[in-house]
Antibody, heavy 120, light 107 residues
Framework: EVQLVQSGAEVKKPGESLNISCKGS????????IGWVRQMPGKGLEWMGI????????RYSPSFQGQVTFSADKSTSTAYLQWTSLKASDTAMYYC?????????????WGQGTLVTVSS | DIQMTQSPSSLSASVGDRVTITCRAS??????LAWYQQKPGKVPNLLIY???TLQSGVPSRFSGSGSGTDFTLTISSLQPEDVATYYC?????????FGQGTKVEIK
């Protein structure tokens, strides 16, 4: 069974750093793109970017380039989303999702989401 | 970057109605378009990819069409469990932008 299990909710202060994780199982983690999607409270889905764990090739949305960093650990089948200095505007639900392989395209499996709250 | 515009932003329809949601790309994207359903408080779910291919397990009342810049998601007979927000997403090239969403409610 394909699963993406994300780390738990976080409450942080502005300026703090944060790493959230997304552990994959039930599929070949290194051969599928893993994406990150932000959903601010009451708002729509925003594509942050994707990483290919096999070689850590990454593509960032211009909106998030330089604001976050994606990484992946092949040995533990885990993808990470990192901030070095959080802002209140980073408060959101963050989802990881697996991109399908031909013929399936689209994020076919999603993590349960990690709620990040940034408040002083 | 290519922008994705959905219309309407919200709609209210009766059970059994045919519902159509439109997604327009600011430039041609061939058929590199997916549709997702997100029920309240839930994780998004892939409905359709390649503009018109139904994902495994998705009810056949959902269908997609279009190519180039104009796409539609149709629910042939709206059911109470279809109350959700629907998003399109283009993936011809990065960034793989989502539309702003269409909220579907029951009248």
């Amino acid at each position: 069974e394909v699963q993406l299990v994300q780390s738990g909710a976080e409450v942080k202060k502005p300026g703090e750093s944060l790493n959230i994780s997304c552990k994959g199982s039930g599929f070949s983690f290194t051969t599928y793109w893993i994406g990150w999607v932000r959903q601010m409270p009451g708002k729509g889905l925003e594509w942050m970017g994707i990483i290919y764990p096999g070689d850590s090739d990454t593509r960032y949305s211009p909106s998030f380039q330089g604001q976050v960093t994606f990484s992946a650990d092949k040995s533990t089948s885990t993808a990470y989303l990192q901030w070095t200095s959080l802002k209140a505007s980073d408060t959101a639900m963050y989802y990881c999702a697996k991109w399908g392989r031909v013929p399936v395209s689209g994020f076919d499996y999603w993590g349960q989401g990690t709620l990040v709250t940034v408040s002083s | 970057d290519i922008q994705m515009t959905q219309s309407p932003s919200s709609l209210s329809a009766s059970v059994g109605d045919r519902v159509t949601i439109t997604c327009r790309a600011s430039q041609g994207i061939n058929n590199y378009l997916a549709w997702y359903q997100q029920k309240p408080g839930k994780v998004p779910n892939l409905l359709i990819y390649a503009a018109s291919t139904l994902q495994s397990g998705v009810p056949s009342r959902f269908s997609g069409s279009g190519s180039g810049t104009d796409f539609t998601l149709t629910i042939s007979s709206l059911q109470p469990e279809d109350v959700a927000t629907y998003y399109c997403q283009k993936y011809n090239s990065a960034p793989w932008t989502f539309g702003q969403g269409t909220k579907v409610e029951i009248k």
